[in-house]
């Protein structure tokens, strides 16, 4: 079945350093990625996305791209600000028909940046 | 900027008990959705819900769980009878067309 794999957390990073979040999945058909932030005390919200391999997500001054080959996603920053401490999830939703779109996650990455 | 509600943020209930668990979503939406998240845990698919039924369903939401837009607005939750292991942070999302749910910020459900 589909599933998300994430690194494990908690990550703690000095502001402007650069930040590496490993995601990895396993699914059938073509997923669509994502990755989500949660920031204290909020819900869920979408920080990018990508819908085929090779694409690039991005927002934010964060990336991912799509690698099939590796089916991985990982997000990056080159400059991570205090703002950013968060908790970040990876996932898909699934991309054969039949589904309406429920979303498989990860574990989530708690991330905290000091001054 | 719309956004999903939930009520209420935290409830506290007794093993056993009955508790429903609301979401207002945005307006235009028609898809809607039900998480989960044990704490330290992955968050978890529960149920999805368009055009007034149940479209897709994991095997947690087993016949304890039950859910209804009983107004056109509220998106509830409803467990029938709660046990220890319904501890979880439970988020609701909801979207229009397109990849994008939207979450709101989350129940958090203690079970005593």
């Known amino acids: 079945g589909n599933s998300v794999t994430q690194m494990e957390g908690p990550v703690t990073l000095s502001e402007e350093a650069f930040l590496t979040i490993n995601c990895t999945y396993t699914a059938t058909g073509y997923p669509s990625l994502f990755w989500y932030v949660q920031y204290p005390g909020e819900g869920l919200q979408l920080l990018l996305k990508?819908?085929?391999?090779?694409d690039k997500g991005s927002n934010k001054g964060f990336e991912a791209t799509y690698r099939k080959e590796t089916t991985s996603f990982h997000l990056e920053k080159g400059s991570v600000q205090v703002s950013d401490s968060a908790v970040y999830f990876c996932?898909?939703?699934?991309?054969?028909?039949?589904?309406?779109?429920?979303?498989?996650f990860g574990k989530g990455t708690k991330l905290s940046v000091k001054p | 900027e719309p956004e999903v509600t939930q009520t209420p943020s935290h409830q506290v209930t007794q093993m056993g008990q009955e508790v429903i668990l609301r979401c207002v979503p945005i307006s235009n939406h028609l898809y809607f959705y039900w998480y989960r998240q044990i704490l330290g845990q992955k968050v978890e698919f529960l149920v999805s819900?368009?055009?007034?039924?149940?479209?897709?369903k994991s095997e947690i939401f087993d016949d304890q769980f039950s859910v209804e837009r009983p107004d056109g607005s509220n998106f509830t939750l409803k467990i029938r009878s709660t046990k220890l292991e319904d501890s979880a942070m439970y988020f609701c999302?909801?979207?229009?067309?397109g990849n994008e749910q939207f979450f709101g910020p989350g129940t958090r459900l203690t079970v005593l």
């Open positions: 990508a819908t085929k391999a090779d």
């Open positions: 996932a898909l939703k699934g991309g054969y028909g039949g589904s309406q779109g429920n979303l498989i």
């Open positions: 819900f368009y055009n007034n039924e149940i479209s897709e």
